[in-house]
């Protein structure tokens, strides 16, 4: 560790993130189910394969257009069940509240969250409150933990051993939303800017594709550190690295605009209701035509492809016909979007 | 969207870039003195478009990449003081000081807050009227402007409680120093912000003086291409000018207006660029008028002796004497998640740029 105290740059999900993941939490923690890094983890049982994940979310505004605290904490964790090739089933919800926050504030963030879960069919089992006086966090923290189920020959998506030079990486429609709409929420209030969150659950989409029997090689939503984070994570795996073209990658006017004039990259912006998915060429189409009769994935398309050429390495093919690495994110982007 | 989306077409870009191709004679270098050409020449892949016998250089145009570990470490000593928020940029949060920095002054329990203008910041001294607000001016003659206006705001409202920490220089000085210091540069990509406000005239004496082309460029990709064009047809036919690609923000004259404000509000003295050393009438403090908005005025801080770190070459690399990838720091020790020199902590910084975005 090079600095003697937490930085905001240590909850990025970037470069930061990592090296307090590896130097301190896998270090103590170190067992071989922590230590493969999945969003979720396969633990097998007498039932059969569960994945098992959690999350905490403490993003600023509670309430931001297309969403709020609660259904974030809901789609959150069903998708990270669901990228790591899991059927969702069962949440548990931890409330950490500020005294003094209004009783419909939390009304609204609780429906929201029983809404969320019914459209994603998941039951929340199980539950905690805890109330801190005022200032000890601001307004609410909330907590989600959930497990799923999952088919043997699923297994491999969430490591990406699978992954092959040829192969096609998809994603499920434009990038950035959510990071902008919060953005614009926290600090333009008197600004309207019609961004709206892409908060949503994915587990129908991704269930649907794997029902097709497509060779999906590896999932990841692409949340903090946004899609650039999801490339650089695919290329540091196998001995491969991939191409992605930033022509085929949908950026919505106004969340360009936005982020033009602040000066943020949005291949770096989170998002809540975009994933990255790896598939065999051959699948490619099909699985294309099945996420965009979801209504969640109306604008997928196929934004690269897996190379032998420059293992380890992402590279993007500019808009205007240039070449560039991808990086991850270093340090803090936007501090506290989910 | 519009009026980005047409400096960004594709086939207009192939086709200049195959001009420039056939305009090629012999092995050129090329400065771009602007952080913001940096960032866009390496985010777009420019130099992965260009024939080889281009040479890209980077110059001392990255604000917080030029500006010295003193000024850091007094702006430490200043966030250590009661009462005293300090409001600056985001970037330079993360310039690493003597032995530490605004990040860790932050984490441990430092009022530093990060704005977006000069205006956010003089807001804040308004709400605030107990505390002392201190805000890091950096930049060149593009943010010299905002500040000046600001500064010429929080005068003219008689704010008590708001003071300026001037880092701000001016571009002119650098460039000479540059050719003076042997750097090899046939043609300046000139900075286009900066040349908004002061006009094209600024770039008058270097290129009399060296003979060295320089088109003030804008900053998309076709802009930044057809200025490379402008430059080596300026290079081939050795009539040395400076040419305006950027018309659609600059004026020959620049910006009046704002040229009047900067002259009201500051004065030219004599400043510390890293990897030039110190230049005669480079940088800019208050005027006298001013002078009680001075935080360097009315703040009695100790700094600690300068401490600058071991095999960190930003100071070739500004000049463009050395790439990033000369240096043994460059992404082993020095990345940009732990910058050891200023030019990896800025987006706009050469080493930055490049381990970012280079193949």
Same mark, same amino acid.
């Given at each position: 560790?090079?600095?003697e105290?937490?930085? %905001?740059?240590?909850?990025?999900?970037g470069?930061?993130?990592?090296?307090?993941?590896? &130097?301190?939490?896998?270090?103590?923690?170190? &067992?071989? %189910?922590?230590?493969?890094?999945?969003d979720?983890a396969?633990?097998?049982?007498?039932?059969?394969?569960?994945?098992?994940?959690?999350?905490?979310?403490?993003?600023?505004?509670v309430?931001?257009p297309?969403?709020?605290?609660?259904?974030?904490?809901?789609?959150?964790?069903?998708?990270?069940?669901?990228?790591?090739?899991?059927?969702?089933?069962?949440?548990?919800?931890?409330?950490?509240?500020?005294?003094?926050?209004?009783?419909?504030?939390?009304?609204?963030?609780?429906?929201?969250?029983?809404?969320?879960?019914?459209?994603a069919?998941?039951?929340?089992?199980?539950?905690?409150?805890?109330?801190?006086?005022?200032?000890?966090?601001?307004?609410?923290?909330?907590?989600?933990?959930?497990?799923?189920?999952?088919?043997?020959?699923?297994?491999?998506?969430?490591?990406?051993?699978?992954?092959?030079?040829?192969?096609?990486?998809?994603?499920?429609?434009?990038?950035?939303?959510?990071?902008?709409?919060?953005?614009?929420?926290?600090?333009?209030?008197?600004?309207?800017?019609?961004?709206?969150?892409?908060?949503?659950?994915?587990?129908?989409?991704?269930?649907?594709v794997?029902?097709?029997?497509?060779?999906?090689?590896?999932?990841?939503?692409a949340?903090?550190?946004?899609?650039?984070?999801?490339?650089?994570?695919?290329?540091?795996?196998?001995?491969?690295?991939?191409?992605?073209?930033?022509?085929?990658?949908?950026?919505?006017?106004?969340?360009?605009?936005?982020?033009?004039?602040?000066?943020?990259?949005?291949?770096?912006?989170?998002?809540?209701?975009?994933?990255?998915?790896?598939?065999?060429?051959?699948?490619?189409?099909?699985?294309?035509?099945?996420?965009?009769?979801?209504?969640?994935?109306?604008?997928?398309?196929?934004?690269?492809e897996?190379?032998?050429?420059?293992?380890?390495?992402?590279? %993007?093919?500019?808009?205007?016909?240039?070449?560039?690495?991808?990086?991850? %994110?270093?340090?803090?982007?936007?501090?506290?979007?989910? | 969207?519009?009026?980005?989306?047409?400096?960004?077409d594709?086939?207009?870009?192939?086709?200049?870039?195959?001009k420039?191709?056939?305009?090629?004679?012999?092995?050129?270098?090329?400065?771009?003195?602007?952080?913001?050409?940096?960032w866009?020449?390496?985010?777009?892949? *420019?130099?992965?478009m260009?024939?080889?016998?281009?040479?890209?250089?980077?110059?001392?145009?990255?604000?917080?990449?030029?500006t010295?570990?003193?000024?850091?470490?007094?702006?430490?000593a200043?966030?250590?003081?009661?009462?005293?928020?300090?409001?600056?940029?985001?970037?330079?949060?993360r310039?690493?000081?003597?032995?530490?920095?605004?990040n860790?002054?932050?984490?441990?329990?430092?009022?530093?807050?990060?704005?977006?203008?000069i205006?956010?910041?003089?807001?804040?001294?308004?709400?605030?009227?107990?505390?002392?607000?201190?805000?890091?001016? *950096?930049?060149?003659?593009?943010?010299?402007?905002s500040?000046?206006?600001?500064?010429y705001?929080?005068?003219?409202?008689k704010?008590?409680?708001?003071?300026l920490?001037s880092?701000?220089?001016?571009?002119?000085?650098?460039?000479?120093?540059?050719?003076?210091?042997?750097?090899?540069?046939?043609?300046?990509?000139?900075?286009?912000?900066?040349?908004? *406000?002061?006009?094209?005239?600024?770039?008058?004496?270097?290129?009399?003086?060296?003979?060295?082309?320089?088109?003030?460029?804008?900053?998309?990709?076709?802009?930044?291409?057809?200025?490379?064009?402008?430059?080596?047809?300026?290079?081939?036919n050795?009539?040395?000018?400076?040419?305006?690609?950027?018309?659609?923000?600059?004026?020959?004259?620049?910006?009046?207006?704002?040229?009047?404000?900067?002259?009201?509000v500051?004065?030219?003295?004599d400043?510390?660029?890293?990897?030039?050393?110190?230049?005669?009438?480079?940088?800019?403090?208050?005027?006298?008028?001013?002078?009680?908005?001075?935080?360097?005025?009315?703040?009695?801080?100790?700094?600690?002796?300068?401490?600058?770190?071991k095999?960190?070459?930003?100071?070739? *690399?500004?000049?463009?004497?050395?790439?990033?990838?000369?240096?043994?720091?460059?992404?082993?020790?020095?990345?940009?998640?732990?910058?050891?020199?200023?030019?990896?902590?800025?987006?706009?910084?050469?080493?930055?740029?490049?381990?970012?975005?280079?193949?």
């Amino acid at each position: 560790m090079t600095t003697e105290k937490i930085l %905001l740059g240590h909850g990025s999900g970037g470069k930061m993130s990592d090296e307090l993941i590896k &130097n301190l939490f896998i270090k103590y923690f170190d &067992n071989p %189910l922590l230590n493969q890094q999945t969003d979720s983890a396969l633990i097998e049982t007498s039932r059969g394969l569960m994945a098992f994940t959690t999350d905490s979310y403490v993003v600023d505004p509670v309430i931001f257009p297309g969403g709020n605290i609660g259904n974030l904490a809901v789609c959150g964790t069903v998708n990270d069940l669901s990228v790591a090739g899991a059927t969702p089933e069962h949440l548990s919800a931890g409330f950490i509240i500020e005294e003094g926050l209004p009783i419909d504030i939390l009304e609204t963030i609780v429906k929201s969250m029983a809404e969320e879960a019914m459209k994603a069919n998941v039951k929340i089992v199980t539950g905690d409150t805890k109330v801190v006086q005022k200032g000890s966090c601001d307004k609410i923290f909330i907590n989600t933990a959930g497990i799923g189920t999952l088919k043997p020959e699923h297994k491999p998506i969430s490591s990406g051993d699978d992954i092959r030079p040829g192969d096609k990486i998809i994603i499920n429609g434009s990038i950035a939303d959510h990071g902008m709409a919060v953005m614009a929420a926290r600090n333009f209030g008197s600004f309207k800017s019609n961004i709206s969150s892409d908060c949503a659950p994915l587990n129908k989409l991704i269930k649907s594709v794997l029902d097709s029997n497509a060779h999906v090689k590896f999932m990841r939503d692409a949340t903090r550190g946004g899609i650039a984070g999801v490339f650089c994570e695919i290329a540091k795996k196998n001995n491969t690295g991939l191409e992605v073209d930033e022509s085929q990658i949908l950026v919505n006017e106004n969340v360009r605009g936005m982020c033009e004039l602040l000066g943020f990259d949005p291949f770096y912006v989170a998002n809540e209701g975009k994933l990255i998915m790896v598939v065999a060429p051959e699948d490619a189409d099909n699985v294309i035509d099945i996420m965009r009769k979801n209504e969640y994935g109306t604008h997928a398309a196929i934004i690269g492809e897996i190379t032998d050429k420059h293992p380890h390495k992402a590279i %993007l093919n500019t808009i205007v016909g240039g070449k560039r690495i991808i990086d991850m %994110l270093a340090g803090e982007q936007l501090p506290r979007i989910c | 969207m519009k009026h980005i989306d047409e400096y960004r077409d594709a086939s207009l870009v192939k086709k200049i870039v195959s001009k420039i191709k056939s305009e090629m004679r012999d092995e050129i270098s090329l400065m771009e003195v602007c952080g913001g050409h940096t960032w866009a020449i390496q985010k777009f892949g *420019i130099p992965a478009m260009l024939p080889k016998s281009i040479k890209l250089l980077s110059g001392p145009g990255c604000p917080v990449c030029v500006t010295g570990r003193r000024y850091i470490d007094q702006a430490v000593a200043y966030s250590r003081l009661p009462n005293v928020i300090i409001c600056t940029f985001g970037d330079l949060i993360r310039v690493p000081g003597s032995t530490s920095s605004l990040n860790a002054e932050k984490a441990k329990g430092a009022d530093i807050r990060m704005v977006y203008s000069i205006l956010d910041a003089i807001e804040l001294a308004r709400h605030n009227p107990a505390k002392k607000i201190i805000f890091l001016g *950096i930049g060149f003659e593009t943010t010299v402007a905002s500040t000046a206006a600001g500064m010429y705001n929080a005068y003219n409202t008689k704010l008590e409680n708001f003071f300026l920490f001037s880092a701000h220089k001016i571009m002119p000085p650098a460039l000479g120093a540059l050719i003076d210091e042997g750097v090899k540069i046939d043609g300046y990509i000139a900075p286009g912000h900066v040349s908004a *406000i002061t006009g094209a005239g600024i770039y008058d004496e270097v290129v009399r003086k060296h003979k060295v082309g320089c088109v003030i460029a804008g900053f998309e990709a076709v802009d930044i291409l057809q200025s490379v064009y402008m430059l080596v047809k300026q290079i081939n036919n050795k009539d040395f000018g400076v040419e305006i690609q950027y018309r659609r923000v600059v004026k020959p004259e620049g910006n009046t207006k704002a040229q009047k404000i900067i002259n009201d509000v500051f004065t030219l003295r004599d400043d510390w660029w890293r990897g030039l050393g110190t230049l005669p009438k480079s940088g800019l403090k208050l005027s006298n008028t001013y002078k009680h908005l001075d935080a360097e005025n009315h703040f009695d801080v100790e700094v600690e002796d300068t401490i600058e770190e071991k095999g960190c070459i930003c100071g070739d *690399i500004l000049k463009g004497l050395k790439k990033p990838d000369d240096c043994a720091l460059f992404g082993t020790v020095c990345t940009n998640a732990n910058p050891v020199g200023a030019c990896m902590v800025s987006h706009e910084g050469a080493c930055n740029a490049y381990l970012r975005f280079n193949i």
